[in-house]
Nanobody, 114 residues
Framework: VQLQAYGGGLVQAGGFLRLSCAAT????????MAWYRQAPGKQRELVARISSGGSTNYGDSVKGRFTISGDNAKNTVYLQMNSLKPEDTAVYLCHAEQNSMHYWGKGTQVTVSS
């Protein structure tokens, strides 16, 4: 499984961005796809996860502001990020879990200016 992320950039506080992550290769039986983020000097943290059945869960810091969704036909997940805060600044990484195997895409930088 290969993961390609799109959509990072620079935005002012209060703004929005939409990230996309497309999975290619042997995508059969992907159980979950997720977004994690890592800021300098901080641990990687879960932002949002969606299962193949559509169940979602979110990190506490983004609940109510971010929404993860998926398009199974396109093997793509989206992360709509609203009301962005400077503390959301990080490298956002796409993740997929398939039969207990974990796959990571290259990150995309999100920078929120105050």
């Amino acid at each position: 499984v290969q993961l390609q992320a799109y959509g990072g950039g620079l935005v002012q506080a209060g703004g929005f961005l939409r990230l996309s992550c497309a999975a290619t290769g042997s995508t059969f039986s992907i159980n979950t796809m997720a977004w994690y983020r890592q800021a300098p000097g901080k641990q990687r943290e879960l932002v949002a996860r969606i299962s193949s059945g559509g169940s979602t869960n979110y990190g506490d810091s983004v609940k109510g502001r971010f929404t993860i969704s998926g398009d199974n036909a396109k093997n793509t997940v989206y992360l709509q990020m609203n009301s962005l805060k400077p503390e959301d600044t990080a490298v956002y990484l796409c993740h997929a879990e398939q039969n207990s195997m974990h796959y990571w895409g290259k990150g995309t930088q999100v920078t929120v200016s105050s």
